[in-house]
């Protein structure tokens, strides 16, 4: 080992993901090393602030605040993207794919948005592209999905994939908490960004749930045709019902692939293609994934062969995002010497076999249970709204009064019903009529129910 050249590494950014990757390299190195089978070794980092970047790296670190210096820097074997957004780093890192560069990110939002572009630029230059730190920080889904599963055909993926939005959920259960005031502790916590829209509105984990559908179906990414939903329009009544229900709500992301049809073999009525969606969903009390609280992540696969595997673990953090970044170098050190044709492929599948037709289905194709809350104007109408849903052809499977003694001092009656799968389609012309009804006093909510079984 002492005679193979170490992976020279340079960095974009040195805040909170790069600094944490700086201390875990230098406090693991030989571990690392004994792992990878060389030394990986940082040689130049790029900073706004070069005072305080020496203060994370020393002085054998070169640094400077050019990114393009960094991106085609002759010494430098892989890029470690660090720095975050989307326009400028889809330039540093086309730059160093280009200069025949590999490149190591958890930049999220640059591969939902660009991704496609960059795998395929990676392909032709032959480098890798890694992006474990991307996707639920020290959870090594990436990987799963790619190398342990690949022997199945992944029927879904499913999980809490940003942790701002389950710690909020969880303070909503726990502590009865209205979503504004979970909000601004979690920000107080540094759980949330002081603009925390793209996690809220479920824009992060949408990033994320196109990155593993991708991986898990052998399709593009397609994160602008995902159904996202955030968790701001959500009331804490309607966590409190779902509690007397039995669920739980949690912010998931769902990929699912969907091959079914009618039956008759004419096509006519088949659906082929894959959801792929952000909403908050209630689950049973009882599953795995409503025990997943605070601000951890956990993703649940469903393999034809395996069955459902779950992964658990911390969905932010310095040194657990380092963990994953690390893993990633230390996959680069490894590909010494290995043609590009015998390489993981970036996307689980290699390009001639990746899907470019698979198309995300629509929203109305949508097929879940579902919850909804009625408010009426008497506690006796509860039965008259059950039995006119179903006879809009809604599969209602169970109807019942919200608890008095759960609800707010002035809010009325609520009926709780909780149907069979259904396309939404059918739930939206219901939810709609509904609203007209005499019995009806005020908005009908309506969230999906997610199952999730083996």
């Not at 030394?39 to 020393?58: D, E, H």
């Not at 780093?89 to 939002?109: E, S």
């Not at 908490?177 to 984990?205: C, H, K, M, N, S």
């Not at 990414?221 to 009331?235: H, N, P, Y």
Request: net charge neutral; proline share 4%; glycine share 10%.
């Amino acid at each position: 080992m002492g005679a193979t050249r170490p992976l020279r590494v340079g960095m974009i950014g040195i805040g909170t993901v790069g600094a944490g990757t700086f201390r875990v390299l230098a406090r693991n190195q030989a571990l690392i090393a004994a792992r990878a089978g060389r030394g990986i070794k940082l040689v130049v980092v790029c900073a706004r602030s070069l005072s305080r970047a020496m203060g994370v790296v020393g002085t054998d670190v070169a640094l400077t605040n050019d990114p393009m210096q960094v991106a085609t820097h002759p010494e430098v074997d892989v890029l470690v993207e660090a720095a975050g957004g989307t326009g400028p780093a889809r330039d540093w890192v086309l730059a160093a794919i280009r200069a025949g560069k590999h490149v190591v990110t958890a930049n999220k939002a640059l591969l939902a948005t660009h991704g496609n572009e960059i795998f395929a630029a990676a392909r032709q230059h032959g480098v890798a592209v890694a992006y474990e730190g991307a996707v639920a920080v020290s959870i090594p889904i990436i990987k799963a999905l790619r190398e342990g599963l690949t022997a199945n055909r992944i029927e879904w993926v499913a999980g809490i994939i940003n942790g701002t939005t389950n710690f909020i959920l969880s303070k909503m259960r726990d502590e009865g908490l209205g979503f504004a005031e979970a909000l601004e502790q979690a920000q107080a916590l540094g759980y949330a960004e002081a603009d925390p829209t793209f996690d809220i509105e479920g824009v992060d984990a949408a990033h994320k749930i196109a990155l593993l559908a991708a991986n898990a179906f052998g399709m593009p990414v397609r994160f602008a045709d995902a159904q996202v939903e955030g968790i701001t329009r959500l009331q804490g009544l309607d966590v409190t019902c779902a509690e007397q229900l039995g669920y739980r709500i949690k912010l998931l992301g769902v990929a699912r692939r969907r091959h079914d049809g009618d039956g008759n073999g004419d096509g006519k009525g088949d659906t082929n293609g894959v959801e792929l969606r952000v909403q908050p969903a209630l689950l049973p009390a009882t599953h795995l994934l409503a025990q997943v609280n605070g601000s951890m992540n956990a993703v649940m696969v469903k393999g034809d062969a395996a069955g459902v595997t779950m992964f658990y673990g911390a969905g932010a953090g310095s040194e657990q995002t380092a963990s994953a970044v690390i893993a990633d170098l230390v996959d680069v050190a490894r590909l010494a010497g290995t043609h590009a044709a015998q390489r993981v492929p970036h996307l689980g599948f290699h390009a001639h076999a990746v899907d470019e037709h698979l198309a995300v289905l629509p929203r109305a194709a949508v097929h879940t249970r579902h919850y909804l809350r009625v408010p009426v104007h008497s506690a006796q109408q509860a039965g008259e709204v059950g039995a006119w849903l179903a006879a809009q052809n809604l599969p209602v499977a169970r109807v019942e009064l919200a608890c008095e003694k759960t609800l707010p001092a002035s809010t009325g009656p609520q009926v709780l019903v909780l149907t069979d799968a259904v396309v939404q389609a059918t739930v939206d012309v219901a939810v709609h009529a509904l609203a007209a009804h005499p019995a009806v006093a005020g908005p009908v909510v309506s969230l999906r129910v997610e199952m999730l079984e083996g």
